[in-house]
């Protein structure tokens, strides 16, 4: 299901991945990605190839976890296209719990950041 607002949801999202250490905004793809410290950690996908959907495309730990979380929940997880084979999950912007997207987005940047950040208590900016 289409965001009706996609820039309002890109800015809610925009603010949750910048606020993570050393992390920036690149378009990859013709899409919005966001980088921890040059790795990528998060894509913005809105209709991708009129899938219909609105989503941030996150990193897991590898397939065996995207196929559970899309098993316990299909609403709000997705296979992605191009992504799913390397362990990416699609997770739905609509209507969502924005506490649940940010503990997300700060696994992906956790699996994407370098060690010498991820050993710090908190990957928020500043802390």
Do not use: N, Q
């Not at 603010?15 to 894509?43: N, Q, W």
């Amino acid at each position: 299901m289409l965001s009706s607002d996609p820039a309002g949801v890109l800015a809610r999202l925009r603010g949750l991945c910048l606020a993570l250490a050393e992390t920036d905004e690149v378009i990859s793809h013709g899409i919005p990605a966001f980088r921890a410290a040059g790795k990528m950690f998060a894509y913005f996908r809105h209709d991708h190839h009129g899938d219909g959907m609105t989503v941030v495309c996150v990193k897991t730990s590898g397939r065996d976890e995207a196929e559970m979380l899309i098993e316990a929940d299909p609403e709000l997880f997705s296979k992605p296209a191009y992504l799913w084979p390397s362990g990416w999950v699609g997770m739905s912007l609509v209507d969502c719990d924005w506490d649940h997207v940010a503990g997300r987005l700060e696994t992906s940047w956790r699996l994407a950041a370098p060690r010498r950040l991820t050993k710090e208590p908190s990957p928020r900016s500043g802390t």
